[in-house]
């Protein structure tokens, strides 16, 4: 079997984590912050040793800025839902997921107002666009930082210089770089970070989180979900300190112990070990689509960094009709369609239909990927 939906969520995971879950739930399983006894004292220090180690990775100076989620959809509510109020102008880019666009959309229902960047077929915008579209009511920038359908990266480091010119608050969505990129909260003037745990950084599903940058007042963030902490029982309000401002319930500290190995996994191989390897196999996988007949390939323009992330259509073919081939007769498994983002297809030009999407992992080899473009030529010759 060739996985190649990794996009969704890597797979297979390092081999650390699922011991690391296991070691959890039969030698600790106890609720983290609850309790005083010694194994809330040992959950509680799978949260702190993450969260120290989210914070190393993307060079944040405060562990406690790390807000755990269920995901990064979860986070980026809390950041729009928690911020924007009635008369805000946002920007964004026409390459968000829809975890933002829906959102976006509702909000526009209470008030709050949006506007696309110019964004060209090949899914990469121009930071000085920014100033041109900012309004006297802007208040916040959100960009994605790479694209889960055809692997386009953003310089979120031009885009935030400019955004903080203008004194716009900049929310990254992640989801698809964290683990991957470089991503440095101060240098790239990021004001909240937006990631999920179950893609590129290795861990397991339902576990994200939300990164505050260093000078940003978490006090704007108005909670999402309120309750209780483990801190300040004898308060009916609710904490107005990170992280359990905006960590009420029990955590996911089985996930979380996943995350933390898989995160142990990204600081052994290096990131610039891991960059490499996606971007050679994105090179692989582009080259070696494109020189089949009849396909069309979507991918983001190379440069210092792009995903592995590659989208293509066959011509005369149907999306469904392509994945369910390459699934029973090839062994090949990959996503078809919109991807749950119908405005990036807009932008690239492939929406209504969609596109088929390979999206190789880490552990995606070379003679993998020639098999899959081997399966998609077969395909296409019989088209």
């Known amino acids: 079997m060739i996985y190649l939906d990794n996009a969704a969520t890597s797979w297979p995971k390092p081999p650390g984590v699922q011991p690391a879950m296991a070691g959890y739930m039969t030698d600790i399983g106890a609720n983290p912050g609850r309790s005083g006894h010694r ?16 914070a190393r990775l993307f060079k944040g100076s405060d562990p406690s800025r790390v807000i755990f ?16 109020r009635e008369g805000d102008h946002v920007l964004t880019t026409g390459m968000e997921h829809n975890s933002v666009m ?4 509702d909000l526009r229902g209470r008030g709050v107002l949006y506007s696309i960047l110019p964004t060209p077929p090949n899914g990469v915008c121009d930071a000085d666009d920014l100033r041109n579209a900012v309004r006297k009511n802007t208040v916040m920038l959100i960009i994605n930082h790479g694209s889960n359908v055809n692997g386009a990266v953003q310089g979120i480091a031009g885009f935030g210089k400019i ?5 716009l608050c900049v929310l990254v969505d992640a989801a698809q770089t964290a683990g991957i990129i470089d991503i440095d909260l101060d240098r790239d003037c990021i004001d909240m970070l937006a990631f999920t745990g179950h893609k590129g950084l290795l861990g397991p599903q339902g576990t994200g989180g939300l990164v505050l940058g260093t000078g940003f007042d978490h006090h704007r963030i108005k909670p999402q979900i309120t309750g209780g902490t483990g801190s300040l029982s004898e308060m009916e309000y609710q904490p107005d300190f990170l992280p359990d401002m905006c960590e009420s319930g ?16 990204i600081f052994e191989a290096g990131l610039e070990e891991i960059l490499t390897r996606e971007m050679a196999a994105g090179a692989l996988l582009r080259e070696g689509l494109a020189s089949i007949d009849g396909v069309t390939v979507f991918f983001g323009p ?8 590659c989208s293509f259509i066959i011509e005369g073919l149907g999306m469904g009709e392509v994945g369910l081939e390459l699934d029973e007769r090839f062994n090949v498994l990959c996503r078809v369609g919109l991807h749950c983002s119908p405005l990036a297809h807009k932008s690239l030009g492939t929406f209504p239909n969609g596109t088929i999407r390979f999206s190789p992992g880490i552990f995606t080899s070379r003679e993998e990927i020639t098999q899959a473009v081997g399966a998609v030529r077969q395909i296409a010759a019989h088209s």
């Open 102 to 105: 829906r959102t976006l959309n």
């Open 163 to 167: 955004a903080r010119e203008l004194g």
């Open 39 to 54: 194994l809330s004292v040992d959950a509680a220090r799978i949260l702190f040793d993450t969260r120290e180690k989210l």
């Open 69 to 84: 989620t269920m995901n990064a959809t979860a986070a980026l509510n809390l950041a729009m839902r928690g911020i924007l």
């Open 250 to 265: 029990t955590p996911n500290t089985v996930g979380i112990a996943g995350l933390s190995a898989g995160l142990d996994y």
């Open 302 to 309: 190379g440069g210092k960094s792009h995903l592995s992330t």
